[in-house]
């Protein structure tokens, strides 16, 4: 399963997963977003245990204000609409799946 494009309209039913989540804050005009987003995607394909997604903070300024984003790319997990655990800058995929453990 592929990173889910989120925005206002479906966050609520994301966050209400019973499954991990973790949240991409990204840029198209982003460098080091642009390293990270395939690793996310492969991320997304190889474990359906998580719920990933990716939010474009051009397009959604209210979620990225909601979680206090200054910088991309910024990575947000979140267990039983919660968040656990917040890193910025680009990050190896090894580093990006200990943060959903």
Avoid at 40 to 68: R, Y
Wanted: charged fraction near 25%.
């Amino acid at each position: 399963m592929s990173a889910i494009k989120i925005n206002k309209m479906n966050f609520e039913e994301i966050k209400a997963s019973e499954k991990p989540v973790l949240l991409d804050f990204y840029a198209d005009w982003c460098g080091p977003c642009k390293m990270v987003s395939p690793i996310i995607d492969q991320i997304a394909d190889e474990n359906p245990e998580f719920v990933i997604g990716k939010i474009n903070v051009d397009q959604e300024g209210e979620l990225a204000s909601e979680f206090g984003v200054m910088s991309i790319p910024t990575l947000v997990v979140m267990k039983n609409g919660e968040v656990v655990n917040k890193v910025t800058g680009a990050r190896p995929k090894a580093q990006i799946l200990a943060l959903l453990k």
